[in-house]
């Protein structure tokens, strides 16, 4: 299977799980339905704590058990023994490795490439860069739309639009024609996360503004990607949006839905990495290894 684009939502809980009056509880046509038509899966694998982005990811990306590898949920960037295991199995690495045309749709700017360099040894990459990066692939791919970490939301308080709907729509439609070239095109959503960690009691208003306005974003991401015809996975790595009564992640059930796609009958986050891997006719790997 080729020309699937994948959001990686960062924090962002099934609004099976969510509390009344949440971020979910807004008119979103087009992400909604598609998250009711799938999976809600577990995030914790049985272990306490707080489900955190370093192994939730990294889950998504291999197939694995990052957390039973690690013995405990880690994040948010991956150490060592994560890296270890993305730049021999992340789903970018093995791709490559058969030859499949691979993009994250990120656009990261001279800053971001700067704080690389002036800690060269404490890694500061997410996940998903660093398993780009480990597959010899360039950050900021040429012939791929750059999908803003914000999709038009200031970065930083008060969080507000500053690009309307119909903008976003269009980005969708463009990384839909990026897909046709490519066999996997990703993008890492990680704003959700930045503003779950901003929930306080009591809510703070314009963090629940701007949670809607963010999954709008999306549902008009999503409203181009379909529209234009696209194959769509969208994913989540741990809850923490769904519930701004607290600034810390949850254990709430994460979504797993897509469509063009068979999103088989995953149970937690690591099945869901699996079915995704499968989908272009990769088998498991084992952990032993690393």
Not at 2 to 30: C, Y
Not at 156 to 175: F, K, Q
Not at 179 to 191: C, E, G, I, P, Y
Request: net charge negative.
């Amino acid at each position: 299977m080729s020309g699937i684009v994948w959001l990686a939502l960062d924090g962002v809980g099934h609004p099976a799980d969510a509390l009344p009056g949440s971020v979910w509880e807004q008119e979103l046509p087009t992400l909604r339905p598609l998250v009711d038509a799938g999976h809600a899966l577990d995030a914790t694998l049985g272990v306490p704590g707080l489900p955190q982005s370093g192994t939730g990811q990294s889950c998504w990306l291999t197939g694995m058990d990052a957390v039973r590898l690690m013995g405990e949920h880690y994040g948010p960037h991956p150490g060592p023994t994560l890296q270890r295991l993305l730049a021999a199995s992340s789903l970018p690495v093995r791709l490559a490795q058969a030859g499949a045309h691979v993009a994250l749709a990120n656009h990261y700017v001279p800053a971001y490439f700067e704080s690389q360099a002036t800690s060269p040894r404490r890694n500061r990459m997410g996940c998903f860069p660093y398993s780009f990066r480990a597959a010899g692939l360039p950050l900021n791919p040429p012939g791929v739309p750059g999908v803003g970490a914000t999709l038009g939301l200031a970065f930083r308080a008060p969080w507000t639009p500053v690009e309307p709907l119909d903008a976003v729509i269009r980005v969708g439609s463009s990384l839909a024609a990026a897909a046709r070239t490519h066999d996997l095109v990703a993008a890492d959503l990680w704003f959700s996360d930045l503003l779950g960690h901003e929930g306080t009691e009591p809510v703070p208003g314009d963090a629940l503004i701007a949670g809607r306005a963010y999954l709008a974003r999306i549902d008009a991401l999503l409203t181009g990607l379909l529209d234009a015809g696209a194959r769509v996975a969208l994913s989540s790595d741990h809850g923490n949006l769904e519930d701004l009564s607290v600034k810390s992640h949850t254990q709430a059930r994460v979504p797993f839905t897509g469509t063009g796609v068979n999103l088989g009958s995953p149970a937690d986050v690591v099945g869901g990495g699996r079915v995704i891997a499968e989908w272009f006719g990769l088998d498991g790997v084992e952990t032993a290894e690393f």
